[in-house]
């Protein structure tokens, strides 16, 4: 298993070079998605993807059809302003080549998010996304979930594991491989509606935002 030691040095690289080594043995995440789940294990983590990068694109098929209702990723803080509240997601709509850079946005927003910080003495956070509209989703069709970089912010990930890799943006698109040397996967969950989510409680769950 790779691991890397955590110092200021490596800290501010992260600010210059859109990516930051880690290392320890604390705990995963709380749950896994029901749709897909590359669910957050702290001793996997390879590197953090982030400012001054664009975006952080990750691909996923899904083994049935089904509504996309919460979004989760984990992202480590390194900027010294307040922790953004908002971030833009989208689903792109691979066309054949496994390259985000010609896929379709089939769905985009700027969501509000909630964040848990599980990691005491690190700035690693568990941060999670209510579509105020569940995007619709086919089996066996791939998709990009593509992160949108907010300041101070990067996307954790880990060792790949499914044969296709996370792909980065700054001016252009390219494979995390070709700007870092990481074959990487990213840390997210995706999760489809509740069968007892019905209006009232759907309703709950925005006005907390």
């Known amino acids: 298993m790779k691991t890397y030691l955590l110092t200021f040095v490596l800290a501010s690289l992260a600010l210059a070079t859109g990516h930051s080594a880690m290392v320890s043995s604390l705990p995963g995440g709380t749950d896994s998605g029901d749709m897909f789940s590359q669910t957050y294990s702290f001793p996997q983590i390879v590197s953090a993807y982030g400012d001054p990068l664009h975006e952080v694109a990750d691909d996923f098929i899904l083994s049935e059809n089904n509504n996309l209702w919460k979004i989760v990723i984990w992202t480590r803080y390194t900027g010294s302003q307040s922790l953004p509240e908002h971030f833009t997601l989208e689903i792109l709509l691979d066309n054949g080549d496994v390259d985000p850079s010609t896929a379709s946005t089939i769905w985009q927003e700027w969501l ?17 996304f209510f579509p105020s509209v569940p995007p619709a989703l086919e089996s066996g069709q791939r998709y990009w979930l593509s992160v949108h970089i907010p300041s101070g912010i990067s996307v954790m990930v880990k060792d790949n594991e499914f044969g296709s890799i996370v792909w980065v943006k700054d001016a252009f698109w390219r494979t995390a491989e070709e700007k870092y040397g990481h074959t990487t996967d990213m840390f997210f969950d995706l999760y489809s509606v509740p069968s007892s ?11 907390s935002f």
């Open 112 to 128: 509000p998010c909630t964040r848990t910080d599980n990691y005491v003495g690190y700035d690693i956070y568990e941060t999670v």
């Open 197 to 207: 989510l019905d209006r009232v409680s759907w309703a709950s769950v925005k006005s």
